[in-house]
């Protein structure tokens, strides 16, 4: 395991492209914090390769929007902003809310048992208090609805946006607060679904959504205060 807590080991992918992967989760897991530098020579020494392959990944990095390139400071973790999560909030209410309209009218018996599966172990993972596997299993979540609808453009578009989301959400799981109307979301959700309720579903999908939006929103002022 390396310092970023991944296996920095893989025999099918090229050595620029395991680079990428594993500063990327580094960014979205957390471990590389919002502004923090991302020095050529530290991560070179701490990954035991040469500054091409980490170069390549900041640039690639940069174009995912992960990380900005500040003139005569160079590349540093990006900041999450107001105006990114609600870019970001817009397109992934819409197209959540048409995920749960096509789940109504196409899922599949066991994939509902899947679904409601996925509550019951959404539970379970905030009654352990780990953010990243609270945030994985509600990833979890939102892909079996994807599934179910079965439109592969929906789940393309949808899949551009889930690196971005996946900070934001992680933000908003930190906060144990949250878990009990969390919870309570993703059963609506999953009861919408069942009753093949379009109308329900997209009205909880996107009460989800918002509701995230206001919580993250408050903790971006709260650290501008500090």
């Known amino acids: 395991m390396n310092e970023f807590g991944s296996e920095f080991e893989n025999n099918y992918l090229p050595l620029r492209d395991v680079v990428f ?14 502004g923090e530098r991302l020095m050529e020579i530290h991560l070179a020494d701490k990954l035991g390769v040469s500054r091409t392959p980490i170069r390549e990944a900041i640039r690639k990095l940069e174009l995912e929007g992960l990380v900005t390139m500040i003139p005569r400071r160079g590349a540093e973790v990006a900041q999450i902003t107001e105006k990114n999560l609600k870019d970001v909030l817009e397109v992934r209410r819409a197209l959540d809310a048409l995920a749960v309209e096509l789940a109504c009218d196409r899922i599949r018996e066991e994939q509902l048992e899947k679904l409601k599966a996925a509550c019951d172990h959404f539970e379970e993972e905030t009654r352990k208090g780990n953010a990243n596997q609270v945030a994985q299993a509600d990833v979890a979540l939102h892909d079996i609805i994807l599934e179910a609808g079965g439109n592969d453009k929906l789940i393309q578009m949808i899949s551009n946006l889930s690196q971005q989301m996946y900070r934001y959400r992680l933000e908003y799981v930190k906060d144990e607060s949250h878990y009990a109307q969390l919870i309570l979301e993703h059963r609506r959700i999953y009861e919408a679904i069942r009753l093949r309720d379009k109308e329900g579903g997209a009205r909880a999908m996107k009460e989800h959504i918002d509701n995230q939006e206001k919580a993250v929103i408050r903790m971006i002022y709260e650290r501008k205060k500090k």
């Open 21 to 34: 992967h594993t500063l990327r989760q580094s960014i979205l897991t957390g471990e590389l914090k919002p």
